[in-house]
C-alpha cells in the first residue's frame, strides 16, 4: 500500500487525490459560505479542481471509448443534476404562488450554451466536457499545448479589455485550460513533481505557497472563474492557482496515511456535492445562519459529512448519478 501512495503511475488508488479532493471540496463549500476572507479561498479552491482534472485524465485509445466515458462520467450526471435542481426550483415558486415557467422554456437552450443560470455550479463540469474534448483532439506536444494556452490567455484578456462578462461553461475554459494542462503535465512528470519531501522541506514549501496564495488575493483581488473572471491580472491569477494546489498537495501528503474509507467515499461523490451543496446552504443562510459567519469553518465540515448517507446511497441504487464508469471503477 506505501508503493501505492508514492507511484502516481500506479493503478492501485492514490489515497493523497482522494484527501486533495476532500480538502478541496471543503474549501469549496467555505467559499460559497462568504467568509470575510473567501477573497483568497477564491484564489485556489477552482483552479485546484482543473489541476486534479488534467492529472485524472487519461487519453482513451478509441474515440467511442472515450465519448462513452464522457457522457457516463460528467454529462450524465450533469445533466439529472440540473433537471432536478429545475423540478426543485419551480416546486419553490409554485410555493411562493409565483410559477415559474420561463425557466421550463429557457432550461434546455441555457443547458445547451452553458448558461450558469441552467448549469449553477455544474458550470464546472460543463466546462470541463469541453476540455477534455479539445484535449482529446489536439496534439499532445508542448509546443501545441502552449500555443493553445496563450491563445485562450489573450481570449480572456481580450474579453475583459472590453467589458464582457459573461456567466458562461464554453467561455471560461480561457481560464480553465491552463490549469488542466498543468495537471497533465503534473501526470507526465510525476516521478519527480510528486516525490514526497522530508518534513522540514514540506513546511517550507507548504508556508511558502500560502504566503503566495495570500500575496495573490491581495494583488489579483476577486478570481471569479465562473464568469471567465481572473481578477486583476492573468499570471498572479496563475501562479496563485498553482500555488494553493501545492499548499493542499502538501497537506494531502502529511495526512496520507489516514486511508479512511468515508474519505474514499466522499472522493466518490464530489459531483453530487458540487452539485447539491449550494441548495444546502442557501436553506441554511435563510433559515439559519442569517449572515453569520462565526462557524463557517464548522459549517463546511457538516454540510459535507452530510453528503456521505447519500453518496452511499447513490452508489449502491443510483450509479449513473455518480458515473457509470467511475462507480464501475475498482
Not at 419551480?90 to 445547451?112: A, H, N, T
Not at 482529446?136 to 485562450?152: D, G, M, R, S
Amino acid at each position: 500500500m506505501g508503493k501505492a501512495k508514492d507511484n502516481t503511475t500506479a493503478s492501485k488508488r492514490l489515497v493523497w487525490v482522494d484527501w486533495m479532493k476532500v480538502i478541496g471540496m471543503y474549501f469549496i463549500i467555505l467559499g460559497h459560505l462568504f467568509p470575510d476572507y473567501h477573497l483568497f479561498i477564491y484564489v485556489f479552491n477552482v483552479p485546484l479542481f482543473f489541476i486534479i482534472s488534467g492529472f485524472l485524465s487519461k487519453k482513451a485509445t478509441e474515440s467511442s471509448l472515450f465519448w462513452n466515458k464522457l457522457w457516463y462520467n460528467l454529462i450524465v450526471p450533469m445533466l439529472i443534476i440540473t433537471s432536478t435542481l429545475l423540478i426543485y426550483k419551480f416546486c419553490i415558486s409554485i410555493v411562493k404562488g409565483e410559477p415559474d415557467f420561463e425557466r421550463f422554456m429557457y432550461f434546455p437552450l441555457q443547458l445547451i450554451l452553458g448558461m450558469h443560470s441552467a448549469l449553477g455550479t455544474c458550470w464546472f463540469i460543463y466546462t470541463l466536457v469541453i476540455l477534455k474534448i479539445i484535449y482529446y483532439y489536439t496534439p499532445q506536444k508542448i509546443i501545441y499545448q502552449l500555443l493553445l494556452i496563450t491563445f485562450f490567455v489573450l481570449v480572456a484578456a481580450s474579453l475583459k479589455y472590453i467589458g464582457f462578462i459573461q456567466s458562461c461553461g464554453l467561455i471560461n475554459i480561457c481560464v480553465s485550460y491552463p490549469f488542466f494542462i498543468i495537471g497533465t503535465w503534473i501526470k507526465e512528470h510525476g516521478v519527480v513533481l510528486l516525490r514526497p519531501l522530508s518534513i522540514s522541506a514540506s513546511v517550507l514549501v507548504f508556508a511558502a505557497s500560502v504566503i503566495i496564495v495570500y500575496a495573490c488575493g491581495c494583488l489579483g483581488k476577486n478570481v471569479w472563474m465562473y464568469v471567465n473572471g481572473y481578477g486583476e491580472d492573468y499570471m498572479i491569477f496563475l501562479i496563485g492557482g498553482v500555488a494553493g494546489t501545492i499548499a493542499v498537495y502538501i497537506m494531502s501528503r502529511w495526512i496520507v496515511n489516514l486511508d479512511l474509507p468515508i474519505v474514499h467515499t466522499i472522493s466518490n461523490g464530489m459531483i453530487i456535492i458540487l452539485g447539491y451543496h449550494i441548495e444546502i446552504l442557501s436553506l441554511m443562510r435563510n433559515k439559519v445562519l442569517h449572515g453569520i459567519h462565526d462557524y463557517d469553518l464548522l459549517i463546511s465540515i457538516v454540510v459535507l459529512l452530510a453528503f456521505v448517507p447519500v453518496i452511499t446511497f447513490s452508489e449502491k441504487y443510483l450509479p449513473l448519478l455518480l458515473g457509470k464508469y467511475r462507480t464501475n471503477r475498482k
